[in-house]
């Protein structure tokens, strides 16, 4: 059974950093894609980053993040990282992580965890909260 806890959230002012954490179980042994998705009130899910951890890896980002955010994995700690910088405004929502197992082979997942929705992701967590003050 996969679970998912998210830690790190918190307020920071416009250009700050914060780095979010979630502590991932039941993900070893297997190929996933392994994602951070972000939801501020009143607006839609929206996928911030995702990592694909089958053969090479690959990450991919939305473009409101790209270039300021970073995800990665400990694999030794099965904890999953998003690493946010020059934060704004607009990055202000209640930060999920998600995990959908990928069966596929290392083409056919890639090409999957690149533009999967929120919707095909099996697992979340509780969620972590992120304000970013002007």
């Known amino acids: 059974q996969v679970q998912l806890a998210e830690s790190g959230g918190g307020s920071v002012q416009a250009g700050g950093s914060l780095r979010l954490s979630c502590a991932a179980s039941?993900?070893?042994?297997?190929?996933?894609?392994l994602g951070w998705f972000r939801q501020a009130p009143g607006k839609e899910r929206e996928r911030a980053a995702v990592?694909?951890?089958?053969?090479?890896?690959?990450?991919y980002y939305g473009d409101s993040v790209k270039g300021r955010f970073t995800i990665s994995r400990d694999n030794a700690k099965n904890t999953l990282f998003l690493q946010m910088s020059s934060l704004k405004p607009e990055d202000t929502a209640m930060y999920y992580c998600?995990?959908?197992?990928?069966?596929?082979?290392?083409?056919?997942?890639?090409?999957?965890?690149?533009?999967?929705?929120?919707?095909?992701?099996?697992?979340w967590g509780q969620g972590t909260p992120v304000t970013v003050s002007s």
């Open positions: 998600a995990a959908v197992p990928i069966p596929g082979p290392t083409a056919w997942g890639r090409t999957f965890c690149a533009g999967a929705s929120s919707e095909k992701y099996a697992y």
């Open positions: 990592l694909y951890t089958g053969g090479g890896g690959m990450a």
């Open positions: 039941g993900v070893s042994g297997n190929t996933y894609c």
